[in-house]
Structure formats: C-alpha cells, structure tokens
C-alpha cells in the first residue's frame, strides 16, 4: 500500500508521516517514510526558491529524477523488504505528478490511498518553515 501526501509546502506533510509511520509500526505494519525532500537535497546543494519555479525546466528534470529515484526505492520497499506501507512524502500537488504515481502503483499492484495536508493558518504555516529551516 502506498499513502501519498499532497499539500503545500510547509503545510504539515512531513509531520502527519512520521506520526502515521510511527503509529503504523507500532501496531506492527512495516511502514517507512519516503521524503522526496531528503532525494532533492542529496541531488542539489542550493536552496534558492527559482529551483522551484515551475519555468526551470533543469530543476524540473530534477525533481522529477529524485522522484523516480523515491519511487523506485518505494518498490524495492515494498517488493524485496517485506515492506507493508510506503508512505510518499512529497508535494503531489500536480495532475501529472498524481498520474505518475498511480501508473506507477497500477503497474506494480499497489493500493493507493492518498491524504491531503490543508492548512491556511499562516501563524502554524510560518511556524512550520522556522522548524524547516533548523533541520
């Protein structure tokens, strides 16, 4: 089974992950966080905000390499270390990208369950880049 978050940056995905992860071993299914962040930041070295932009088409390439890269360690995962849930942290906030992960998951006979982060406090919103920006 695969759980896809989908939010905004800075919205809660990461957090509602490692709880879900945690509380899922807990109860004993063999849960692990895939973190699409920890794939770009081990690609790229720089964290200027154009990297983002959706016009960079190099950074695009990029994202999407570290994205591929997630979801093919997500198959390892859940095909070669008896692996219950891979829980896919990322944004996903694009039709494209939702796309790709569900073709993914088709072709390989996953269940998708996909749990959007919605958060428009901007007081929790600036809260949350502080923590970002101190791991």
């Known amino acids: 089974t695969m759980v896809i978050m989908v939010g905004l940056p800075a919205r809660g995905k ?10 899922l071993n807990w109860i004993g299914t063999p849960t692990k966080v895939f973190n699409l962040g920890q794939y770009r930041r ?5 964290k200027n905000y154009e990297f983002f932009l ?6 695009l390439l990029i994202r999407k390499q570290c994205a591929m890269a997630a979801l093919k ?10 692996g219950h849930v891979a829980v896919f942290d990322a944004t996903n906030t694009t ?4 796309s790709l992960i569900l073709q ?32």
Do not use: W
């Open 95 to 98: 039709r494209e990208r939702r």
């Open 14 to 23: 990461t957090y509602i992950s490692t709880k879900l992860t945690r509380y």
């Open 54 to 59: 959706p016009d960079n088409m190099e950074a």
């Open 42 to 46: 081990e690609a790229v070295s720089y």
């Open 73 to 82: 360690d997500v198959h390892n995962y859940l095909s070669h270390e008896e």
């Open 104 to 135: 993914f998951a088709k072709e390989h006979g996953y269940k998708v369950f996909f749990i959007e982060s919605i958060c428009n406090d901007p007081d929790i919103i600036a809260e949350n880049i502080k923590v970002k920006e101190h791991q």
